[in-house]
């Protein structure tokens, strides 16, 4: 009788040591609640968005020259709003549509050079003594300046219309007449009106006073 009812008695003290063992611990209890919470969770994501970023716009393509700073900065903006790739390219495609061709600019560039020069030229034909009736003569004069100049200055100074600015036209203009006037001196000729000639320095340096 006494082996029979120790039975049971064994039984119910081994039941709350297999309760015991069966609870997490301390420990295991924290890095679950740290596991489940929102804040973990969402920084995990943000981090592994962080380094799969150049993978996913690796793909980002544009036509023509690109700024590296700038298209760099348009794929952190397209990460930060969470710009598919897809959507990204687009946004791209529109600004390539957007911006003028070289054709256009090249064209533009032009007109504005073309316009510039017709400026210019109004106004050189407006100076005393080298303009209005006088400017056909002045032209030719400045010509004969030109003629020694090589033919890239020359080039230059008709795409960019540098060549009708009045002070550039005034500087070959005095350039030229000063090399007829001493070419009359080592020639000995004198002008209509008689006169003594004038030395060289007196030509290419006349007095400012």
Do not use: C
């Not at 203009?173 to 006169?195: D, R």
């Amino acid at each position: 009788m006494d082996q029979v009812a120790a039975a049971p008695v064994a039984e119910a003290a081994a039941a709350p040591t297999a309760e015991v063992a069966s609870a997490p611990a301390p420990d295991q209890q924290q890095q679950g609640a740290e596991a489940a919470s929102p804040e973990v969770a969402q920084g995990e994501k943000t981090e592994q968005s962080a380094e799969n970023t150049g993978d996913i716009y690796a793909s980002l393509k544009v036509d023509g020259e690109v700024n590296d700073e700038l298209f760099v900065s348009f794929k952190e903006i397209a990460q930060k709003y969470e710009i598919s790739p897809e959507a990204a390219q687009e946004i791209l495609n529109l600004q390539d549509k957007m911006m003028p061709s070289e054709e256009e600019i090249a064209a533009f560039r032009q007109q504005a050079v073309a316009e510039q020069a017709e400026t210019w030229l109004g106004q050189l034909k407006a100076l005393p003594d080298i303009g209005g009736k006088n400017f056909e003569a002045s032209k030719a004069q400045a010509s004969k300046v030109m003629q020694l100049a090589s033919p890239e200055l020359r080039q230059y100074l008709n795409e960019t219309g540098l060549g009708n600015h009045p002070e550039i036209f005034k500087f070959i203009h005095t350039i030229s007449t000063k090399m007829s006037e001493a070419s009359m001196i080592n020639t000995g000729h004198v002008p209509a009106g008689g006169g003594q000639r004038k030395a060289n320095h007196e030509v290419f340096y006349p007095p400012t006073n």
